[in-house]
């Protein structure tokens, strides 16, 4: 985990991460089924950090659009995670792009061209999902961590892992270990395994929410 995601070189995993990226690019690129999707995330928060924060968070956010570009600007200050978090949403669209950034010193223009094309074919779904339903659901999770005597520090710190814990996240030790491509020892980060796992962060963050919810 400390060494961050890696790229096996072997043709066997070389095989399978293409399969996976193609087929991430294949749903996901300019789909606006998905888009939409995205927005129904906000129930996810709402049942994680509570109802009534996150109505309050939407209503101050949503009132201006001078003062939720200042909101947005703030947030983004305040939290390293939030200021890197439309490059880290969605666990196959980050290793999309990490494949392309591994792989550009060698491939060139090509590589830059690829990089370029999915940041616009993403671009739909990552800023439906940051300014539609990660800025409110932080705003809403800092201000809970503040309202339970939390310092600063320590509000910001709980915010992110509200985003994180009912919006899912791609930084590997916020994955499950087969999300990662891990099995044991002897199997770590493998492209084989992840490819098991495209797409179906959403789902494992709504089961994980609503055992969350029974729990309660």
Not at 27 to 33: E, H, I, P, V, Y
Not at 95 to 114: C, H, I, W, Y
Not at 136 to 152: I, K, S
Request: charged content about 20%; overall charge positive.
């Amino acid at each position: 985990l400390a060494h961050g995601p890696r790229n096996n070189a072997d043709p066997v995993n070389r095989f399978w991460r293409a399969v996976k990226n193609n087929f991430t690019l294949s749903r996901l690129f300019w789909n606006f089924k998905t888009v939409a999707l995205q927005v129904t995330g906000i129930g996810h928060s709402a049942a994680i950090v509570g109802k009534i924060p996150m109505l309050k968070a939407m209503m101050a956010y949503g009132k201006d659009i001078t003062m939720q570009h200042k909101m947005i600007a703030e947030v983004s200050q305040k939290s390293v995670f939030m200021s890197e978090r439309m490059n880290t949403f969605q666990k196959d669209i980050y290793d999309f792009k990490n494949s392309l950034e591994m792989t550009s010193p060698l491939r060139g223009q090509v590589a830059d061209v690829q990089d370029w094309l999915s940041k616009a074919g993403f671009a739909p779904i990552t800023w439906a999902q940051f300014y539609v339903v990660d800025m409110p659901t932080w705003m809403a999770g800092y201000q809970v961590g503040l309202d339970r005597g939390y310092t600063d520090a320590k509000a910001i710190a709980y915010a992110d892992r509200m985003v994180a814990r009912s919006q899912d996240s791609a930084f590997l030790g916020d994955r499950a270990a087969i999300a990662r491509g891990t099995l044991g020892d002897g199997t770590r980060q493998s492209d084989f395994v992840r490819t098991f796992t495209t797409l179906q962060g959403y789902m494992i963050t709504k089961l994980n929410v609503g055992s969350r919810v029974i729990r309660k």
